[in-house]
């Protein structure tokens, strides 16, 4: 009988050894990771961008606290907590210029909207996500563009070197790209300055050929992004051109 009771106090013993064991009673939300997309993010100079965070697993966001951040946590781009903006910890720089996108967060995405993005929006973020006491977050990358304007091309009649054409165009970032051909295609040697904006940090181009006898036939200046796919150009189309005049713009895809 002695066994007998010992083998049922083992069992006992085992029973509540396993019901310690067992994870304590919730959602499972609490171990969750942070993910980000990879490559950076683009947007032009003016335009709005979005900057998403993901959970995983796919867990709604509901509850939890969210915040953007740039070098510091606070103040940050923008915080979301108890399922609104807490305008009160956000960054001067930000303010009336950020909204929370809440359109997939049942299934974990969250997103800050950067609306009339500048070349201070240029660079690195993080997104933090915190449900009590605990959080993940992942890295972003923001790049920002410049579009310049249409450019504008005229010839000028610089005493003592000739008869020059210049081109003309402003609001680009970064550093475009500047090409001369003639009427054959060819690449036309060419003198180009860049000059910073001091408000705005844009880049305003001056770019000038000298021409021979004149011959302005067929010449065209076009200026391109290194981070876009668009180009802007514009050409003289025809002869007869005096000194002085402006060519009008075209724009043309690559």
Not at 29 to 36: C, I, T
Not at 158 to 171: F, H, P
Not at 189 to 195: D, E, G, H, K
Not at 205 to 213: E, F, G, I, Y
Request: glycine share 10%.
């Amino acid at each position: 009988m002695a066994k007998t009771r010992c083998g049922h106090a083992l069992l006992r013993c085992t029973v509540a050894f396993l019901f310690l064991q067992l994870p304590p009673p919730g959602n499972g939300r609490a171990d969750f990771q942070v993910k980000g997309p990879h490559a950076p993010v683009l947007a032009l100079v003016g335009e709005d961008a979005e900057l998403s965070c993901q959970l995983v697993p796919n867990i709604s966001t509901e509850g939890m606290e969210l915040r953007w951040y740039r070098n510091q946590s606070s103040p940050a781009v923008l915080v979301h907590r108890n399922g609104e903006d807490v305008h009160q910890e956000q960054m001067v720089e930000y303010q009336g210029r950020t909204s929370f996108v809440s359109d997939h967060v049942a299934r974990g995405e969250a997103t800050l909207r950067i609306h009339n993005v500048t070349l201070f929006d240029n660079g690195t973020y993080h997104c933090l996500f915190k449900e009590g006491t605990s959080s993940n977050q992942a890295t972003l990358w923001l790049t920002v563009a410049g579009l310049g304007s249409k450019p504008r091309v005229q010839v000028v009649d610089d005493q003592g070197t000739g008869i020059q054409v210049k081109c003309t165009s402003a609001g680009w970032y970064p550093e475009p790209l500047v090409e001369w051909r003639d009427l054959r295609g060819q690449p036309v040697p060419a003198v180009t300055n860049f000059s910073l904006s001091a408000t705005t940090g844009l880049m305003a181009v001056v770019s000038r050929v000298t021409v021979q006898n004149g011959a302005v036939q067929g010449l065209s200046c076009s200026i391109s992004n290194p981070l876009l796919p668009e180009r802007k150009g514009a050409e003289k189309p025809g002869t007869g051109l005096k000194t002085g005049s402006v060519l009008p713009s075209s724009e043309a895809q690559l």
